[in-house]
């Protein structure tokens, strides 16, 4: 079984700004963990650590038998995949050069044009815009082909930070719709969510993290709910409260 494990994570900017401070969690093969707390909290910052775009000041990240804090670790061989709050989609490019762009490690070419029609299949605007240049498409289409290019490379693991920020409430929904449908796919997913309530609702576990990034709970929404730090924290009780209405 493949499991993502980070322990005692420190990440600093610069030299006095404490970013996260010896935060642990785990995500174990199938799973889908959710990542809960205020903005500023040290959510994001932990997610960049585990996808290299963030250098920690110590502490241990493994996948498996990989170190992915060892120099020469290959994320996307390992089969991790990672959507940025900011979509990172290629504005220059089309909806269908952004697609291809996700496979650009790959040879098998007749499975990746298959693999392209099951995006397709899964986000039918990016087939109806497969021309237009990613820089004219709405933030909710960027996140959907953000979301789809990942797939491009298998992803075993795929981190989501904040996958629904700022979409209207019917892309909200799809979003959710796919994490579930990845997850029911085999797809492991670590994910970055405001949206705390239907996180939790979707998610196996979750931890909820603190600034300046500490984790002051996690487990299963009972546990949660057991929890009166993080039930104070939340401003809800993960038990009670309704995911159609959001957070």
Do not use: C
């Not at 493949?2 to 420190?10: A, C, E, G, Q």
């Not at 700004?17 to 199938?30: C, D, L, N």
């Not at 000041?57 to 994320?75: M, W, Y």
């Not at 994910?191 to 600034?211: G, M, T």
């Amino acid at each position: 079984m493949t499991t993502l494990t980070v322990h005692d994570l420190f990440v600093r900017y610069g030299k006095s700004i404490v970013a996260v401070q010896g935060a642990s969690i785990e995500v174990r093969e199938g799973e889908i963990v959710s990542l809960l707390g205020q903005n500023g909290a040290g959510k994001s910052t932990i997610l960049k650590v585990i996808a290299g775009l963030q250098p920690p000041l110590s502490g241990e990240v493994s996948f498996g038998d990989i170190d992915l804090l060892h120099k020469g670790a290959n994320r996307i061989a390992a089969g991790i995949a990672y959507v940025p709050e900011d979509r990172g989609v290629f504005a220059s490019l089309s909806v269908g050069e952004n697609l291809r762009l996700g496979a650009v490690t790959r040879r098998d070419r007749a499975g990746v044009d298959a693999d392209i029609e099951m995006q397709l299949e899964r986000f039918p605007i990016l087939r109806k815009y497969w021309s237009r240049g990613a820089s004219l498409l709405s933030g909710g289409e960027q996140q959907q082909l953000s979301i789809a290019r990942a797939l491009m490379i298998r992803p075993k693991l795929l981190l989501l930070d904040e996958p629904t920020l700022g979409l209207a409430p019917i892309i909200v929904d799809l979003i959710f719709d796919v994490i579930q449908q990845l997850n029911d796919e085999g797809v492991t997913i670590l994910l970055v969510e405001q949206n705390a309530v239907r996180s939790i609702a979707i998610s196996d576990r979750s931890y909820v993290v603190q600034a300046p990034g500490r984790i002051i709970g996690s487990g299963t929404a009972q546990e949660l709910a057991d929890n009166a730090a993080v039930v104070d924290y939340l401003g809800f009780s993960p038990l009670g409260a309704d995911p159609a209405k959001g957070d």
